[in-house]
């Protein structure tokens, strides 16, 4: 398979401070769909932070797309990242926006004008179980439905690469299941998903290789399930 990311000797860090990321090399193929796990503090956020070109690398290589990040125009910069669809925990929706223009913003961004694309929004909405709650700002929305609202925002563009932060940590079991089942429909028509979780349940109940990550270095780029008996206990 082809490499959609590409990650060699990279390394990762805050100002003057001390590298958070050190030497990490992986590649994850073209419509893969991997989990990110580690303890707390062992640099999956700024891992994420990354893939989903909200950072540079300090050094190393990070290629997206066949294309080194460090060596591509600044200007180029925002078509690139509109090709990733980006789940954080801080969920980064705009207050003054109900839950549906909160969704619909991608679309107005990339220029995707249509009659259609609120029908689809609250298609998506209905379906996260946020159908009583589109026209609602995000002030008045539990962290569970914002982090809905969040992840529907990620994939209305259907983007090539989806990263997600610990998507289903604030919903209850039913719908985690549901959110892990539409990221599963996107893989299945080509997205490469990549989720950094805690879950040991999520993994497990919906088993995909493991990228183990600790003090800021990969320790197995792609465990395999059936092999993570070592996971118990790893995780805070």
Do not use: C
């Not at 929706?93 to 004008?113: D, F, M, S």
């Amino acid at each position: 398979m082809e490499p959609i990311i590409e990650f060699s000797n990279v390394g990762l860090r805050y100002g003057m401070g001390p590298e958070v990321l050190q030497d990490v090399t992986f590649r994850i193929d073209r419509g893969a769909f991997r989990y990110i796990k580690g303890p707390s503090g062992a640099g999956k956020s700024s891992l994420l932070r990354l893939l989903s070109l909200g950072r540079l690398p300090s050094r190393g290589e990070v290629r997206l797309f066949g294309t080194d990040v460090r060596r591509i125009r600044r200007s180029a910069l925002p078509g690139l990242r509109r090709r990733i669809g980006v789940v954080f925990q801080d969920f980064r929706l705009i207050g003054h926006l109900t839950a549906i223009e909160n969704v619909l913003l991608p679309l107005h961004l990339a220029g995707i004008e249509s009659h259609r694309n609120e029908a689809h929004v609250r298609e998506l909405l209905e379906w996260v179980g946020l159908g009583k709650r589109m026209d609602a700002k995000p002030s008045t929305l539990s962290g569970g439905e914002q982090q809905r609202v969040a992840i529907a925002r990620a994939v209305i563009l259907n983007p090539e690469i989806l990263v997600a932060d610990e998507p289903t940590g604030s919903v209850d079991d039913a719908i985690g299941r549901r959110l892990v089942h539409l990221f599963e429909q996107m893989n299945a028509i080509g997205t490469t998903v990549i989720v950094a979780t805690h879950s040991e349940d999520l993994i497990r109940r919906t088993p995909h290789d493991v990228l183990m990550l600790d003090h800021g270095r990969v320790t197995d780029p792609g465990a395999r399930v059936a092999g993570l008996e070592g996971l118990e206990g790893s995780a805070p």
